[in-house]
């Protein structure tokens, strides 16, 4: 689906008295149907201010041009700029519709693991709700609610502004590592066992045949290995009971895409473990200023799961990373356990909604409403005693 480019750009002097005195009367409001007349900027943004490497112009833009699109979004891409014609602030959102309603959100997807916008270091965060107030009466008509999720409270070190309206709330967490001057300290504060029983289950593999441990496997072996890394990771998803986005369209053409072509200000980091040219275990990553992602890890069932194949790549990577001199290992979104024993940091996400037309507000009542239910249900012994004989598990007994 197409849709025609189109700006529409306004002083905040001639939007809004509030707005103006926040950030400047000659400041100017921007909303973009495309992403291409802010590249130049966007990218000199995400080099000099905050945002991680979901917000980089190239994810957001393989994101769309394999996912978004064909998906019905709309872009409607927010761009503040200050009288000097720098940018302060991009918000990367766009509308999609959802049972019927038009609903306004972050692009990125599932594919995205934090949502956020860019800003510069010095953004005034706590005159944010004021200017959003000027972009929902530019996006008037447009829009029945805004619902978003996976944002973090701090983007590199600087505070979210969306977190601070209304109906916003910390739903989940994601994880991360410091990284030290050396392996050997990174070590030290984390489980010594962890560590040898990694080294013995290595000594292992290399009993079984030739292993290859390749942290940044070369560009003509990059589109096997994400391949690898896409059915190990069904795999898992269909084990769990997951949803297996490598089923849908578009989804892993997303990951051979930016495999191939990079992402502009950091790295696309495709790893892998082999034994005897077996690929027992494969991740996808990428590396964006001081922080690498550990993003998409996959690996080989059956025999192969009793040596740690997993582990013994990421050990690698971590041992890389640290090698490079970065300052981050981020596991990003989720509680996995295998996370807490490499983590020493959290990032809380936030999540939230807010109703415009009133269909959007009865939309959002109406959700809020069956929240409360469900906390109510899961806090009731007999509800719960009687979901699980539904499924056949045995009854939880009171405390």
């Not at 800003?119 to 005034?124: E, H, T, V």
């Not at 005159?127 to 959003?132: D, K, R, S, Y």
């Not at 070369?218 to 391949?227: G, K, L, N, Y």
Request: hydrophobic fraction near 45%; aromatic fraction near 10%; include cysteine.
């Amino acid at each position: 689906m197409r849709h025609q480019a189109s700006t529409r750009s306004n002083q905040l002097g001639t939007l809004s008295l509030a707005a103006a005195a926040a950030f400047g009367e000659h400041a100017t409001l921007s909303i973009y149907t495309t992403l291409e007349p802010t590249q130049t900027r966007w990218r000199a943004l995400q080099a000099s201010g905050c945002s991680y490497g979901f917000q980089s112009y190239d994810w957001i833009a393989a994101w769309y041009q394999h996912l978004g699109q064909a998906q019905g979004w709309q872009i409607r891409l927010v761009e503040l700029r200050d009288a000097d014609g720098q940018t302060q602030l991009l918000l990367p959102l766009g509308i999609r519709r959802h049972h019927g309603l038009r609903v306004l959100s972050f692009l990125g997807g599932e594919v995205t693991d934090y949502h956020a916008p860019l800003l510069q270091r010095d953004f005034p965060t706590a005159t944010f709700a004021v200017l959003w107030q000027v972009i929902l009466r530019q996006l008037r008509g447009e829009i029945d609610l805004l619902r978003v999720r996976r944002m973090p409270q701090l983007i590199e070190g600087c505070a979210n502004p969306m977190i601070l309206l209304a109906g916003m709330h910390a739903t989940e967490q994601a994880h991360a590592a410091s990284l030290t001057a050396s392996f050997a300290q990174f070590q030290k504060l984390r489980s010594a066992k962890m560590f040898a029983d990694t080294r013995r289950q290595l000594r292992r593999l290399h009993e079984l045949g030739t292993v290859q441990l390749l942290v940044d496997v070369p560009s003509a072996q990059r589109t096997e290995v994400v391949a690898a890394m896409a059915r190990q990771k069904a795999r898992r998803w269909h084990e769990t009971g997951s949803r297996d986005l490598f089923a849908e369209p578009g989804y892993l053409a997303f990951y051979q895409s930016l495999a191939a072509q990079g992402i502009g200000g950091g790295d696309v980091v495709v790893s892998a473990l082999l034994v005897d040219d077996i690929l027992v275990a494969t991740h996808w990553g990428i590396c964006y200023g001081q922080r690498y992602y550990w993003i998409m890890p996959g690996y080989e069932d059956g025999s192969w799961g009793r040596y740690s194949v997993g582990r013994i790549l990421m050990d690698a990577v971590v041992q890389h990373c640290i090698e490079r001199g970065l300052a981050i290992f981020d596991l990003t979104v989720g509680d996995e356990a295998y996370k807490l024993q490499w983590a020493d940091q959290t990032l809380a996400l936030y999540a939230g909604q807010q109703g415009y037309s009133l269909r959007g507000k009865l939309a959002v009542g109406i959700s809020e409403l069956w929240q409360r239910l469900r906390v109510r249900a899961r806090n009731n012994l007999r509800l719960r005693n009687l979901v699980r004989r539904w499924r056949g598990l045995a009854p939880i007994s009171a405390p």
